[in-house]
């Protein structure tokens, strides 16, 4: 089965009234081919995006392209981590069960939606979410874990925003090779992809947070450790507030190990401003659930988009700085031509009292 990094062909192509099968003689539809054939042969080597495309061709391909199990085996071969009995029966429950999951989960979060006023929260925010999380290196599997967050208790809601998919002494083994090779840094950089679905159970909403390859690959400067980051720009804020956008940063930490391979030693979410401060519990809970009922582009060019974002938050981020900078220079001045001005009229008024 093709994996859905690879491109999708264009939609015109696949979505034009009427896909022909050409014979020696002569060209036939395709609805004269055996469903069976179709559902068996054909589609089951499809990937998700592909198998869209197809469906949108014909009612009766529409319909083939509809089966449940189909979506299954895409979904389970795209998010290794959707084979978790626990998020098997949430997906389920969605309206056109897999098939909605992924079409919640493979596209860009393109606009969030829109509850009035930008400072009032969304209703119903979900009383947990579900992370499902995998990691591959050169297309092998080599962390994959489901994680659930509570979101209801007071600690959640004031405390800083962060989900640890390890525990501080645990780690994870891989082939990765050992990070004193002085090329580990570009290698996971060009061979490390991550894939990071939030999950509304009850609101039956999805979102990928992640860029799928890294925008960010750096050695500790103290511990020796890689860091690879990856990261989503969600908006939703007011406009001119700090979180009018939103970085969601997904770093992986991978460590030596006496056995010559590197094990992963953290992997964390958080959510930043535009202002450089993490988010807490509730804010994040608010600017995700926006995002997870937004609207949603097709897939296409993910990886690109994902760094076109993140470079545009930055830089909106270092602008941000730079004003707040000059305001502040401007106020410092004020206050010391007004403390000059105070000291001289008050030494003015000692020499001519």
Known sequence: MATTSSASPPLSALCSPAITIVDQNNASTISTVHQDIIQT??????DGPTLASASCASTHLHALASQENLWTNICHSTWPSTTSSRVRHVISNFHNGPRSFFSDAFPLAIEPV?????????????SEIISAVDIYYKKELIFSKVVE???????????????????????????????????????????MELSWI???????????????????????????????????????????????????????????????????????????????????????????????????????????????????????????????????????TLCVAFGVSAFASSLLFLLFR
Not at 114 to 126: A, M, T
Not at 199 to 206: F, H, L, S, T, Y
Not at 250 to 258: H, L, P, Q
Not at 280 to 301: D, I, P, Q, Y
Request: with cysteine.
């Open 198 to 332: 939030i999950i509304d159970p009850i609101g039956k909403r999805a979102m990928n947070l992640s860029s799928q390859r890294p925008v960010n690959v750096h050695r500790h400067w103290l511990s020796g450790e890689v860091q690879v980051e990856f990261a989503s720009v969600v908006g939703g804020g007011g406009i001119g507030a700090a979180t009018e956008l939103v970085q969601c940063g997904v770093v992986v930490t991978c460590g030596g190990s006496a056995k010559g391979e590197m094990h992963v030693r953290e992997v964390s979410l958080q959510l930043e401003d535009m202002d450089g401060m993490y988010l807490n519990g509730k804010e994040s809970l608010v600017m995700l659930t926006r995002g997870m009922a937004g609207k949603r582009g097709r897939g296409k060019k993910r990886e690109s988009e994902r760094k076109k974002e993140v470079e545009e938050f930055l830089e909106r981020k270092r602008e941000r700085k730079e004003r707040k900078m000059r305001r502040e220079g401007t106020l410092d």
């Open 41 to 46: 042969h054909i589609f089951t080597r499809l």
């Open 114 to 126: 829109s509850f009035g006023n930008s400072s009032e929260n969304p209703p119903d925010l979900p």
């Open 149 to 191: 967050t509570e979101t209801v208790s007071a600690w959640f809601k004031c405390s800083p925003f962060r989900v640890d998919l390890l525990d501080p002494k645990e780690a994870v083994s891989t082939r990765i090779p050992n990070p004193d090779k002085d090329d580990t840094c570009r290698d996971l950089e060009e061979d």
